[in-house]
Nanobody
Framework: QVQLVESGGGLVQPGGSLRLSCEAS????????LAWYRQAPGKQREMVATITRSGSTNYADSVMGRFTISRDNTKNTVSLQMNSLNPEDTAVYFC????????WGQGTQVTVSS
């Protein structure tokens, strides 16, 4: 059974930082492309950051220079370091693994507010 379990969300003040983690099980993790998406209330789910099997990364323009995606194939985890957060970053953040099939986590809430 495939599982992606996110953690690390919460409430943070503008300008603050959070680190999200996603632990995968039930897949051959090193073969998968990985990504973080987010969905704000009333908006469509959007890509935040991706990382390929070889470690190449790609970011949405809105988070470039503030967020960093990384993977640890020894721990089957993908992380998202988020710095300089602003209220527009408030959303539910989802972990995604793709290799032919797409798998999603249940999401973790990130709220940026003073």
């Amino acid at each position: 059974q495939v599982q992606l379990v996110e953690s690390g969300g919460g409430l943070v003040q503008p300008g603050g930082s959070l680190r999200l983690s996603c632990e995968a099980s039930g897949i051959s993790f090193p073969f998968y492309g990985l990504a973080w998406y987010r969905q704000a209330p009333g908006k469509q789910r959007e890509m935040v950051a991706t990382i390929t099997r070889s470690g190449s990364t790609n970011y949405a323009d809105s988070v470039m220079g503030r967020f960093t995606i990384s993977r640890d194939n020894t721990k089957n985890t993908v992380s998202l370091q988020m710095n300089s957060l602003n209220p527009e970053d408030t959303a539910v953040y989802f972990c995604n693994a793709n290799f032919g099939q797409n798998y999603w986590g249940q999401g973790t809430q990130v709220t940026v507010s003073s």
